[in-house]
């Protein structure tokens, strides 16, 4: 199996590589009568997209999509729909020079050793032109999650050393406020400075984003390898770069005691609450009606503008040099890509869930 399908219910199927002629996605599944509307997409998609500011790579994708099966009249018809986003701004041609070679921590040389052939042009189907697509699924996702009151919004909580120190739950509107997606305006300044130092000497930076779901119903989710964070833990890991996920309390928890990490149950105007919520949300891998919030890692971006030391197809000693666009940090892209993956998962499990009417 290629494995280039998410979901169970809510299946979507993408396609495409990085500078071929376009990349896209099928939805299996969506219901009928969903108002799909092409303006948010659209929004969805440019906040994604390459070459909106100084601290991205400068690659030029208007991200104009059509959508060519399953609505009628701006509706969800019940049947498969189909998206298709063309590529514009290819230059196969900044990836001569590394034909024979493998790229230190790219997937150069494990798509050669499982296919036995691999697409050097921006790394294929590897890149992460692909998440476009993934963007594209997610905002109709986001749709229908709108009409139940599910919200999910994520933004940069750390770049480098640079952190937030505490979580943004209530004043998330100011994150789009700034190019690095960061709510607080002067950690963001410090963020984007830092962005453009690394920039220049040729390197990348890795970061953080933090993702929060309110309005989330509880019972989503079921035991024992269907958990809600587990599926949650998979969307966000099989984004390209990521390299960690932690829900709730996450790694801190290890330093806490049950008494200090325990959410007390009460009741609040008829409503079962927690006290805390150190558990994210989301307990026995069920949803408990509290916010889930979540953190994914990303690594630096592996393409620097750097000689770097590597072996080409035959085991010799070679080295390649970094060239091209590349984005010197990849999380300020990649919020709209956390939240679209969140919301693909949350819709699948809505879907699974007959208690849930969508």
Do not use: W
């Amino acid at each position: 199996m290629a494995a280039n399908t998410f979901g169970e219910i809510f299946r979507v199927t993408t396609f495409g590589e990085s500078h071929g002629k376009g990349i896209g996605l099928i939805i299996d599944g969506c219901p009928a009568g969903v108002r799909i509307e092409e303006n948010f997409i659209q929004a969805e998609l440019d906040r994604r997209k390459p070459g909106q500011s100084k601290i991205v790579t400068q690659r030029k994708e208007e991200e104009n999509f059509i959508i060519q099966s399953g609505t009628l009249n701006g509706v969800s018809t019940g049947t498969p729909i189909s998206i298709f986003i063309p590529n514009t701004d290819q230059k196969s041609k900044d990836y001569n020079h590394i034909q024979n070679i493998f790229r230190p921590s790219h997937a150069d040389y494990t798509y050669q050793t499982k296919y036995g052939i691999r697409d050097v042009a921006g790394g294929g189907r590897s890149s992460a032109r692909e998440t476009a697509a993934r963007v594209a699924a997610g905002a109709i996702a986001k749709l229908i999650l709108q009409d139940v009151g599910v919200k999910i919004t994520a933004y940069v909580s750390q770049v480098g050393h640079i952190r937030l120190q505490h979580l943004y739950d209530q004043h998330t509107e100011t994150i789009e406020d700034n190019i690095v997606r960061c709510p607080d305006p002067v950690i963001a300044q410090q963020m984007i400075d830092f962005i453009m130092e690394v920039k220049k000497s040729g390197d990348t930076v890795g970061g953080m984003v933090t993702c929060i779901i309110t309005g989330c119903p509880p019972g989503l989710g079921a035991p024992v390898f269907d958990k809600l964070h587990a599926d949650l833990g998979k969307a966000m890991l099989s984004i390209n770069a990521v390299k960690g996920f932690e829900y709730g309390s996450g790694f801190e928890s290890v330093r806490m005691k049950g008494s200090e990490h325990n959410d007390s149950f009460v009741n609040v105007d008829g409503k079962i609450v927690t006290e805390t919520n150190h558990s994210g949300g989301i307990q026995g891998g069920i949803s408990n009606g509290m916010p889930i919030n979540f953190n994914v890692a990303f690594k630096p971006v592996a393409t620097i503008v750097q000689s770097q030391d590597t072996v080409d197809a035959q085991g010799n000693a070679a080295v390649a040099d970094g060239k091209g666009r590349h984005d010197p940090c990849v999380v300020p892209r990649a919020v709209p890509i956390v939240e679209a993956m969140a919301a693909l998962v949350l819709v699948d499990h809505l879907l699974r869930n007959k208690s849930v009417r969508v």
